[in-house]
């Protein structure tokens, strides 16, 4: 469905903030502004998802209510004191999995015809 679709295409820019955030600045200095829209940006569009068809889906929905979570976190964190919520945030992706669900909960979306 394209709903499907676009939980994929989602899930798949949410894994890219993850990986660039476990990559970033040390866990405890602030992140720059524009990462924190684009974890605002992701967040508006995960909560789109949770209230479309594709937050039907129960192994979703769960997925998406754990990212929800994380990236209004990570909406915060380019106050100036905020490293310690990052440092915080750093260790509990580092213990939790949401980045491999993100990677396996969904396939990747569909090649366009032709291609």
């Known amino acids: ?7 994929a295409d ?6 890219l903030l ?3 955030f476990a990559a970033g600045p040390e866990p405890g200095e602030p992140l720059d502004e524009a990462f924190a829209r684009w974890a605002e940006r992701l967040l508006v569009e995960t909560r789109l998802l949770l209230d479309s068809p594709a937050g039907r889906d129960p192994e979703v ?3 998406l209510r754990d990212l929800e ?10 106050d100036g004191e905020a490293g310690e919520d990052r440092r915080e945030l750093s260790e509990q992706l580092d213990r939790g999995s949401l980045l491999l ?7 990747a979306a569909p090649a366009p015809d032709g291609a």
């Open 1 to 7: 469905s394209l709903y499907r679709v676009a939980a």
């Open 10 to 15: 989602h899930m798949q820019r949410a894994e």
């Open 18 to 20: 993850l990986t660039r």
């Open 61 to 63: 929905r769960v997925l």
């Open 69 to 78: 979570l994380v990236l209004a976190r990570m909406a915060r964190l380019h």
């Open 101 to 107: 669900r993100l990677r396996t909960t969904l396939p």
